[in-house]
Antibody, heavy 121, light 106 residues
């Protein structure tokens, strides 16, 4: 079964660092870009950025550039999203999503189950 | 960034009804548009890609049309399991989503 499995919910304090993960299985991990999408409580979807697992090339939304870092370890088929200093406004559900295989459309055909990040003092 | 204006923001319809959601782009995006369904507490699911192509395994009552700046998503006969929030997403430039349409059963 093709799937993305994300790490569990996190509760952090402002200023703390965090790295959440997204493990792919059932397919060739390096053949598909991984994207990250934020959903704040009760709100819509926001694209954060993407990574090519073959060479770790990244592309960020201007809204998130400099605030988060996307990385990957292709040896364990895992992508990461990390923060160096969390803010209360980072409280949200974070989804990883696989892009359909190139050269097709930039559509997300497989999604992780989501990781809820709560930042509170 | 390209802005996506989705309407209505919420919709109530009866089982068997034809349901239509529209999405308007702030500039021409040709057919670089996808539609997703998100049920409460679940991750989104891809339904339609490239404006009008049905994703594998998605029921044929779902369809999409449009090009340029104006797009339509249709459920031909609403089923109880279609209760969800629906999002359009453009990928012509920096990926952006519409604000979502919450669909409820009347």
């Amino acid at each position: 079964e093709v799937q993305l499995v994300q790490s569990g919910a996190e509760v952090k304090k402002p200023g703390e660092s965090l790295k959440i993960s997204c493990e792919g299985s059932g397919y060739s991990f390096t053949n598909y870009w991984i994207n990250w999408v934020r959903q704040m409580p009760g709100k819509g979807l926001e694209w954060m950025g993407k990574i090519d697992p073959r060479d770790s090339y990244t592309d960020y939304s201007p809204s998130f550039q400099g605030h988060v870092t996307i990385s990957t370890d292709k040896s364990i088929s895992t992508a990461y999203l990390q923060w160096s200093s969390l803010k209360a406004s980072d409280t949200a559900m974070y989804y990883c999503a696989r892009r359909r295989e190139l050269p097709g459309p930039d559509a997300f055909d497989i999604w992780g189950q989501g990781t809820m990040v709560t930042v509170s003092s | 960034d390209i802005q996506m204006t989705q309407s209505p923001s919420s919709l109530s319809a009866s089982v068997g009804d034809r349901v239509t959601i529209t999405c308007q782009a702030s500039q021409d995006i040709t057919d670089y548009l996808n539609w997703y369904q998100q049920k409460p507490g679940k991750a989104p699911k891809l339904l339609i890609y490239d404006a009008s192509n049905l994703e594998t395994g998605v029921p044929s009552r779902f369809s999409g049309s449009g090009s340029g700046t104006d797009f339509t998503f249709t459920i031909s006969s609403l089923q109880p399991e279609d209760i969800a929030t629906y999002y359009c997403q453009q990928f012509d430039n920096i990926i952006t989503f519409g604000q979502g349409t919450r669909l409820e059963i009347k």
